[in-house]
């Protein structure tokens, strides 16, 4: 039994030499060993990305939204009652200023100018020899005056007749394309009724408000590009007026820019995204909004150096929608941290991963 017993306790011993003498040779009681090996795979710093700040021009855009109108638009109407005798136009057709688009029967009218045309040359003939008694002598000056008077009403009456027969025509007061035809040949019409829609499209008119805050800022003359629904293309048109005074009901100043529409791919009632730019900023230090921290009534960035993070204060001014202009505490050429921001803390050893 007790030999054993030493037996078991030769060979306990037996292995716990083998055991500290391979941890020996496997550095399992080396220390410092352990501790360089801990640190070597520890990360030296936090991962971040950094941008170098560069100075470049800055633009202080907003953007609104507006409507595509037509240069000028009107409803065609008669402004005299009848019968309809004739459509000189087609749906959707180009026509000119002046042209003749629509007639209405004008019989009774045309009637009664000829009847006063056979009466003006009985009534000139009179006035004429009237005039040459008169120069004779042979008749009064009265005589005279009344057939003059009698000839100049015959021909007041013929102007008011003309004047009807004119309204009973209708022609296009501008260039542009007809719309939609509301009546037909035949029927009767009155001047509240609608004919057709008449729009000049070249060019278009682009109205849009902005904030009362910009008012000082715009002027005749600043360029905005647009967008509409319809296209992929971005526009760009100027501004040729400004309403004279704030809409008080929504603090907002109106405003109108022209778009010459040459090629007809702007359509008037469109929804238009708009942006405009009210000044540029030369040589401007911005940075990316993200890399900025609000501390306690002021703005810190921060910056690498010597492989640290170092908080800096500084002064903003304006703000687009991604970046945020620097009036003081960074200069050009500085290594700006724009990732990681709320860990970081003064001092903290940061490895730079991506710089831009």
Aim: proline letters at 4%.
């Amino acid at each position: 039994m007790k030999q054993l017993f030493r037996r078991i306790l030769l060979i306990s011993f037996v292995l716990l030499v083998l055991l500290f003498l391979l941890g020996r040779r496997l550095g399992w009681f080396d220390l410092e060993r352990q501790e360089s090996v801990s640190q070597s795979a520890r990360p030296a710093g936090l991962p971040v990305r950094a941008i170098v700040v560069n100075p470049a021009d800055l633009d202080n855009r907003i953007l609104t939204s507006g409507t595509i109108l037509p240069d000028e638009s009107v409803e065609l109407s008669s402004e005299a009652s009848g019968k309809i005798t004739a459509i000189y136009f087609r749906e959707g057709e180009r026509v000119k200023k002046g042209d003749l688009l629509l007639t209405i029967n004008d019989a009774d009218l045309q009637a009664q100018l000829q009847r006063l045309k056979y009466q003006e040359t009985l009534l000139v003939e009179r006035e004429f020899r009237q005039r040459r008694l008169l120069e004779k002598e042979a008749v009064s000056q009265e005589v005279y005056d009344r057939a003059l008077a009698d000839l100049n009403t015959n021909r007041a009456e013929m102007q008011m007749l003309e004047a009807q027969i004119a309204k009973t025509r209708v022609k296009a007061p501008f260039d542009g394309i007809i719309g939609l035809r509301l009546v037909s040949e035949g029927s009767y019409i009155t001047p509240n009724m609608r004919i057709a829609s008449l729009v000049k499209m070249q060019p278009v008119k682009i109205e849009f408000s902005i904030p009362e805050r910009y008012a000082s800022d715009v002027n005749t003359g600043n360029t905005i590009s647009f967008t509409i629904g319809n296209s992929a293309k971005t526009f760009t048109a100027g501004v040729y007026a400004i309403e004279p005074m704030i809409d008080q009901a929504t603090r907002t100043l109106r405003m109108r820019a022209l778009y010459a529409n040459s090629n007809l791919d702007v359509i008037p009632g469109s929804f238009a995204t708009i942006e405009l730019v009210l000044r540029t900023y030369y040589e401007a230090l911005s940075i990316p909004t993200e890399a900025l921290v609000p501390m306690l009534g002021t703005q810190t960035v921060y910056l690498y150096k010597n492989g640290v993070a170092e908080p800096v204060n500084v002064e903003t001014g304006i703000r687009t929608a991604d970046m945020i202009q620097i009036t003081a505490g960074l200069n050009s050429g500085d290594t700006l941290i724009t990732t990681g921001i709320l860990q970081l803390r003064k001092g903290m050893p940061v490895v730079l991963s991506e710089v831009r």
